[in-house]
């Protein structure tokens, strides 16, 4: 159509709120204009960050009819879906990788739509005008992670390869409570879920905030916590104290924050939000080990909540198989992955063939060897 136009957008803030959050729906709040503006006004995503902005909006006339989340990239660190042998192995046979175009939310492993419009033929034009962004951009390749399925299929259409992942969601299969969940699972797991909630320090009290409950000095301690965790995991956090200030003024009722207590201190906590049907999981981090109390704060009460508040779901994050024996189970994730290098993108593709009969006949096994579901459950 002539008067449909797609452009690359190097600040949210240049595209209307309202346009932004009428495209995304409104449910997920990961591709909220709230969370994204959090980030770029934090400065956690900018130039200097290798995270530079570069949003697609598709307009019809003057209007915004679709938008997706993207950026350009100089580096692949904060993705969760790794390409690093990827860049290493073009780079030695003379090609350059940096700069690529990545759709995403970012340092954020949370699956959901990025196609952002109403009409299936305006998700087709954003697909497309992706795969337009690596050339207009001089980028090697186009990217675009953790999307459902359907968004997954629309960018196969656009030329882009599939990449398959797993990951551990809860599944609230019609349980009216914990123990009801619990019911549903092998005496053996029943019995290891219990002890290790029943070993969690009896002096700790254990809250989840959330809305008007949270208050700055929980946020001071939170990121206390989270800092301390990424130095020792990852050598840098990506989020800085400025976007939790941002994250609370903005989206203080999708926020649920899992606190340890000793007293009146804070000891530890895990940052969730949550839409209409699912908990995500995102940060955690503790002022000292307390047993069991990860699993506690990030899992179990992860799991509680959501049966307490009607949520269909709990995604905690990427990676980790010991989640599995605490209820959670293996779900494929979905990515999508345009090489312009023609050789390259051979290699890729047969690559890709390979590991995605290997990541479904990982997920077959854990369902069949380690589930912890009494059989007739499962």
């Known amino acids: 159509m002539t008067d449909t136009s797609i452009h690359l957008v190097s600040r949210i803030s240049s595209i209307d709120q309202e346009a932004w959050d009428k495209c995304s729906g409104g449910k997920d709040p990961f591709t909220s204009y709230a969370f994204i503006s959090s980030l770029e006004d934090s400065g956690c995503v900018s130039p200097e960050t ?4 570069s949003h697609l909006q598709l ?22 879906v790794f390409d690093h042998g990827w860049a290493s192995a073009f780079e030695r046979a003379g090609g350059r990788y940096y700069p690529k175009v990545q759709a995403s939310i970012p340092f954020s492993p949370v699956n959901g739509p990025r196609l952002l419009a109403a009409k299936p033929k305006d998700k087709s034009l954003l697909a497309a005008g992706l795969r337009a962004a690596a050339r207009n951009t001089n980028s090697s390749s186009a990217h675009m992670t953790f999307q459902t399925k359907a968004d997954a299929e629309l960018m196969e259409q656009a030329g882009f390869l599939t990449r398959l992942g797993i990951q551990f969601q809860f599944e609230n299969r019609g349980y009216e409570n914990f123990s009801d969940f619990l019911k549903s699972m092998s005496s053996r797991k029943r019995k290891n879920i219990k002890k290790e909630r029943y070993a969690v320090d009896k002096d700790l009290t254990l809250q989840a905030l959330t809305g008007n409950d949270l208050t700055t000095a929980h946020f001071d301690a939170f990121y206390s916590f ?7 995991k990852w050598g840098q956090a990506y989020l800085n104290r400025e976007f939790f200030d941002l994250l609370h003024q903005r989206l203080a009722d999708k926020i649920v924050l899992m606190m340890a207590f000793c007293g009146s201190q804070p000891v530890a906590g895990a940052l969730n939000l949550r839409s209409d049907s699912t908990l995500f999981g995102r940060n955690w981090g503790c002022a000292e080990h307390y047993k069991f109390l990860h699993f506690e704060l990030c899992y179990y009460m992860a799991i509680e909540y959501a049966l307490e508040h009607g949520l ?3 995604e905690a994050g990427a990676q980790g198989s010991h989640k599995v024996s605490r209820g959670y189970e293996p779900i494929v994730t979905y990515s999508s992955h345009y090489i312009e290098h023609l050789g390259f993108r051979e290699a890729v593709e047969a690559f890709l063939a390979e590991e995605r009969a290997q990541t479904k006949s990982e997920v077959a096994h854990i369902n069949e060897r380690m589930s912890p579901f009494r059989k007739q459950n499962y």
């Open 59 to 80: 307009k019809r006339g003057e209007d915004t009819i679709g938008v997706t989340p993207a950026y350009i990239k100089t580096h692949s660190y904060g993705e969760y």
């Open 226 to 232: 989270y800092k301390d965790t990424s130095d020792r």
């Open 50 to 53: 290798g995270w530079q902005p």
């Open 312 to 314: 269909q779901r709990v």
